[in-house]
């Protein structure tokens, strides 16, 4: 059974730093494309980004609103999947779920973990 | 960026009765390789989102048959034939052909009436 364990969120200020982890199991982690997707409080959902397999050079894409503020990464050896953020804002505070890619879709979803960033 | 519109945004149905939600897109999603890369998710209150139909029309495991996903090009529909208690939630269309970014519609809130 493919599980995705999001954790790391939390409050914090405008301009802090937060990584967020996912544990993923069940299936090869190695060899699959993960994204983060994240949700507004009462909001619709917003692609955040994604990050390749090593194999295809481990490459990141990242929405407008996060470039060059996010990181994504991924540690194969901890079947784990990292989201740094960096210089957060009000409007960066969502539920952030970390997601599995197949088929140019999110086949798999974590439960999320809340971040609120306030003042 | 693609923009996604699905319509309406609010549905009230009956139990027992269809219900459809459409959601088109800004430009064609047929994908180079001749694939159409449209996704539909559900969200149930409180719940992460699930996703029940890729690639237009293929239905995930252990999502019932009533759930069904149509379309072409840059209109496509979610249907489900015969809607029960456990299918009020938020429904979202999701695009995958024209990356980055992947984007979603607004969602469709599915309550009974």
């Known amino acids: 059974e493919v599980q995705l364990v999001e954790s790391g969120g939390g409050l914090l200020k405008p301009g802090g730093s937060l990584r967020l982890s996912c544990a993923a199991s069940?299936?090869?982690?190695?060899?699959?494309?993960m994204s983060w997707v994240r949700q507004a409080p009462g909001k619709g959902l917003e692609w955040v980004g994604r990050i390749n397999t090593k194999a295809d050079g481990a490459t990141t894409d990242y929405a407008a609103p996060v470039k060059g503020r996010f990181t994504i990464s991924r540690d194969d050896s901890r079947n784990t999947l990292y989201l740094q953020m960096n210089s957060l804002k009000t409007e960066d505070t969502a539920v952030y779920y970390c997601t599995r890619e197949d088929w140019w879709s999110l086949s798999h979803w974590g439960q999320g973990t809340l971040v609120t960033v306030s003042s | 960026d693609v923009v996604m519109t699905q319509s309406p945004l609010s549905l009230p149905v009956t139990l027992g009765q269809p219900a459809s939600i459409s959601c088109r897109s800004s430009q064609s999603l047929v994908y180079s390789d001749g694939n159409t890369y449209l996704s539909w998710f559900q969200q149930r209150p409180g719940q992460s989102p699930r996703r029940l139909i890729y690639?237009?029309?293929k239905r995930d495991s252990g999502v019932p048959d009533r759930f069904s996903g149509s379309g072409s090009g840059t209109d496509f529909t979610l249907k489900i034939s015969r809607v029960e208690a456990e299918d009020v939630g938020v429904y979202y269309c999701?695009?995958?052909?024209?990356?980055?970014?992947?984007?979603f519609g607004q969602g469709t809130k599915v309550e009974i009436k």
């Open positions: 069940g299936f090869t982690f190695t060899n699959t494309w």
């Open positions: 999701m695009q995958g052909t024209h990356w980055p970014p992947w984007t």
């Open positions: 690639k237009v029309s």
